[in-house]
Structure formats: structure tokens, C-alpha cells
């Protein structure tokens, strides 16, 4: 038997349009930087600026994520 596999990407699909999303959840910012779990986890909630955490969870702000990115790509 053969399943299929859904990947979740940053965006969502809503009828025609693709919204991207604002903030990333830990999966969608591993799948989105191409890293672990356990580094995404460690770059969030470092003072990076671009983590914000809600509750018990941690987000990263994908517009001060590609800043961030940005400024320390070399």
C-alpha cells in the first residue's frame, strides 16, 4: 500500500490565493531554514529578535527571520 506523504509548508492554500504565513511554528521554520528541531528551538528563543513566544509556544516572525538572515549571511 502506498501513502501519500503531506509536507506542511509555510503558507496556506485558501481557495485560488496562497497566503504565506507571518509567524512560523517550530516545524514550519525547520522546513523553511533546512535545519533540526533542536537549532530552530535554540535560534528562537535566543536574542535574535525575531522570536515571540505565545503561551508556552515559540514563533519566529518570518519578515524579522529573512532580516536576521540577511544581516548575518556571509
Known sequence: ???DV???RPFEE????VVEKQLL?????????GIGQTK???LVRGQN???????????ADKRKLDEWLNRNAR
Open 49 to 59: 529578535g525575531f522570536g515571540i513566544r505565545i503561551g508556552n509556544r515559540w514563533y
Open 14 to 17: 485558501r481557495g485560488d490565493a
Open 1 to 3: 500500500m502506498i501513502r
Open 6 to 8: 503531506l509536507i506542511k
Open 40 to 42: 530552530a528551538r535554540e
Open 25 to 33: 511554528n517550530i516545524k514550519d521554520m525547520c522546513l523553511y531554514l
